[in-house]
């Protein structure tokens, strides 16, 4: 019986099998998962319907499950109308959901086309595509090490 709270199968199996520097993205329900990715990466479709799951929910059950070093999202370019909005609200609830798991990773942004190479690499190991429809809502984690 698993004591963490993702039991997932498809996704529990896949982090067991991930190492130090395994990329893990969670994608909103906007993210092109079908092309996206890296070659070495599996898609878990989690978008059962509009808003349902979030990142948010799918962020909080991995981070109990594994140690994660870096926590990236895709930045927003300056000439993107959202730009002037600001920073996307679920930044601060991605912040929140890092403080409450007890990682102390800062949230850093990586420029939309940038974030999309980072996905592409041979390190991504696993998309899991979400229903969220905030905007902006895609994190790219990477995992760390187990230590005593």
Not at 120 to 135: I, K, N
Request: with cysteine; aromatic share 6%.
């Amino acid at each position: 019986m698993l004591k963490h709270t993702l039991i997932h199968p498809e996704i529990n199996a896949i982090l067991g099998r991930a190492g130090h520097h395994s990329r893990i993205l969670i994608a909103d329900g906007n993210y092109p998962a079908a092309t996206k990715k890296g070659p070495n990466a599996q898609v878990i479709s989690l978008n059962l319907s509009p808003g349902c799951v979030t990142v948010v929910q799918v962020l909080r059950a991995i981070l109990s499950a594994v140690p994660v070093d870096i926590v990236n999202t895709m930045g927003i370019p300056p000439e993107d109308p959202y730009a002037k909005f600001g920073e996307p609200p679920c930044w601060a609830e991605f912040r929140k959901v890092l403080t409450e798991a007890g990682n102390t990773a800062a949230l850093e942004p990586i420029q939309k086309w940038d974030f999309y190479k980072a996905v592409e690499s041979a390190d991504h190991v696993l998309t899991v595509q979400t229903g969220d429809q905030a905007l902006w809502a895609n994190v790219l984690l990477t995992l760390g090490c187990r230590t005593a």
